[in-house]
Each structure stands twice: as structure tokens, then as C-alpha cells.
């Protein structure tokens, strides 16, 4: 076998890897993931909306989220990074002692593109054993950075007894042209029963002062979900099958 075609048969097979590496996150595409997996995607309770947050705590402007949503009388699940949560431990047991769930948000936020399937699984397992020990209860969900689901992250979640949800509306609350008005707008039409809501507590990964868009959409949020009739809560109340 000459040089030209080993090489051609090495680089198929590490496009196949890969492929097959990143083959979960199809779950991400609204069409795939409501066929393939409505669950993974967040779809749950057709009388229920699940409101989430990523990338906190941060003590800049989490405690804002948890004044906001005690004033509109609701509880959300927050997924929290671990890095995150390692500068700010007391904030984390404040989440679960004001009566929101604590989730998995992964240690770091990054791509996890190439496959490496120790680091996930360490990673992982430092979240998870970091949020037992600051919020005083195991995190049962786990949403992976960018909702890039890997085959690697997906074996790593279930190894750490943690179960993979992404969303189905999100605000697009991250850019720094983001207000109230627009983070509203962008979550409204697929604002039903069963969705699951993207938002983020932090803007350790946005725009600087992006955060205070989602803070201010959420009473328009929890008043378009009391004229639905819909439920506005965590996700351990959604109803979900993954």
C-alpha cells in the first residue's frame, strides 16, 4: 500500500471517528431532536413550560435572577458551570435553598468538538461531585456547552448518572444588541406547552451586561405563560422521558 493511499485511509477513519463523535448533537436541530428524541430536546408536559438558566452562578447578577423570580413566584433550573460555581459555593446552596434545581453545565465552557473521552468523563464528575457539595443535593441534568451533545459527553453523562436535555426556545440573550423587548420577541413563537426555555443567569461567556436582557424579559415571560395556561417551572416538573 503506498504512502498516498494509507494516508487517505487514516484521514477517512478519523473523519469517521469524529463523525460518529458528534453524530448526538443532532439532537440540537429543532426538526431531528422533536423525531428522534423529543425528551433530549426538551419537550415535556403539554401544560408546563421549563425555565432554565446557563453559565452562573455569578455573584454579579445571579442574585438579580433569584430576587426576579421570587417576586414572579417562580422556581427554574439552573446549570451551572463548574469553574463557575468554585469562586461562588454559597451562591449555589442560595439556588437550592430558595427552592430552584441545580443542574450540569460542565466545567468548563468550551467546544468539545475532538473526541476524548477521559477528560469528559473526569470533567463531568467534578461538576457533579462540586454541585453536591456547595447546593447540598445530586444534580440530575446535564446540558452540555453550546448544546454540542458528543458521543463522548453523551457516554460521560450517563456514566455520571446525569441526564442530557438541551431546549426548544431560547432567547438569543447573549449578543450585545440583546434588550428585554428582543429576547421576548425571539422566544415567543415557539413559547408553547412542553417547551423548554434557554436563558442565561451570566454573562461569563455573552456580552458584557447581556444578562440584565433575560432579567428584564421574564415577567413578560411568566405573564404570556399565565394567559396560556401554562405552568412556568424547573425541569425536574416538566414531565421529561430521556
Not at 440540537?28 to 438558566?53: C, D, N, Q
Not at 417547551?195 to 404570556?224: F, I, K, M, Y
Amino acid at each position: 500500500m503506498d504512502a498516498r493511499r494509507t494516508a487517505l485511509l487514516a484521514g477517512a477513519a478519523t473523519v469517521a471517528v469524529e463523525a460518529a463523535h458528534l453524530a448526538p448533537a443532532a439532537a440540537r436541530l429543532a426538526p431531528v431532536g422533536r423525531r428522534l428524541r423529543p425528551g433530549l430536546a426538551g419537550h415535556g408536559a403539554p401544560g408546563h413550560v421549563a425555565l432554565t438558566f446557563d453559565d452562573g452562578p455569578d455573584p454579579a447578577s445571579t442574585p438579580r435572577f433569584l430576587d426576579g423570580l421570587e417576586a414572579l413566584g417562580v422556581r427554574a433550573t439552573f446549570f451551572l458551570l463548574g469553574d463557575m460555581l468554585e469562586r461562588a459555593p454559597a451562591l449555589g446552596r442560595e439556588l437550592t435553598d430558595r427552592g430552584h434545581e441545580v443542574a450540569v453545565h460542565g466545567w468548563h465552557h468550551r467546544r468539545q468538538w475532538r473526541p476524548s473521552p477521559r477528560r469528559d468523563a473526569r470533567e463531568l464528575r467534578r461538576t457533579v461531585e462540586a454541585v453536591t457539595a456547595a447546593c447540598g443535593v445530586r444534580p440530575t441534568w446535564y446540558r452540555p456547552p453550546y448544546g454540542v451533545l458528543t458521543a463522548g459527553l453523551l457516554a460521560a453523562a450517563r456514566g455520571a448518572e446525569l441526564r442530557p436535555v438541551l431546549w426548544t426556545a431560547w432567547g438569543r440573550d447573549w449578543t450585545d444588541r440583546a434588550t428585554a423587548a428582543s429576547v421576548y420577541r425571539t422566544l415567543l413563537p415557539d413559547l408553547r406547552g412542553g417547551a423548554t426555555v434557554l436563558l442565561h443567569d451570566s454573562d461569563c461567556t455573552s456580552a458584557p451586561g447581556a444578562w440584565r436582557s433575560a432579567l428584564g424579559a421574564l415577567p413578560q415571560l411568566a405573564e404570556r405563560c399565565a394567559q396560556l395556561g401554562l405552568t412556568l417551572g424547573p425541569l425536574r416538573d416538566h414531565g421529561l422521558t430521556v
